[in-house]
């Protein structure tokens, strides 16, 4: 059983950064993948970024250029940083890891919020 732990959510300003963390209780070497979703009120859960076992990267084409997601095998930890944050940004984003043998595991999520 995997645990995942976010933080790092809150209230932003628009333009403004925050940086997600999400931290497993196992190694992240061994997941097949790794990602953040976001669900915004009323609206399906979806992926904003993810990154395989090998490095390579995926983006929502609504965050390309302003979200990096990145991964620290030593920490157990991926990360999401977001810049130039949007109202449309606003959502409660979720951790996601997909492990061997077709396990998937959620995080409980954190809320993000830009406004002004």
């Known amino acids: 059983q995997v645990q995942l732990v976010e933080s790092g959510g809150g209230l932003v300003q628009p333009g403004g950064s925050l940086r997600l963390s999400c931290a497993a209780s196992g190694s992240i070497f061994s997941f097949n993948a790794m990602g953040w979703y976001r669900q915004a009120p009323g609206k399906q859960r979806e992926l904003v970024a993810r990154?395989?076992?090998?490095?390579?990267?995926t983006y929502a084409d609504s965050v390309k250029g302003r979200f990096t997601i990145s991964r620290d095998n030593a920490k157990n930890t991926v990360y999401l940083q977001m810049n130039s944050l949007k109202p449309d940004d606003t959502a409660v984003y979720y951790c996601k890891v997909d492990a061997p043998y077709g396990r998937v595991y959620w995080g409980q999520g954190t809320q993000v919020t830009v406004s002004s």
């Open positions: 990154i395989i076992s090998g490095g390579s990267t």
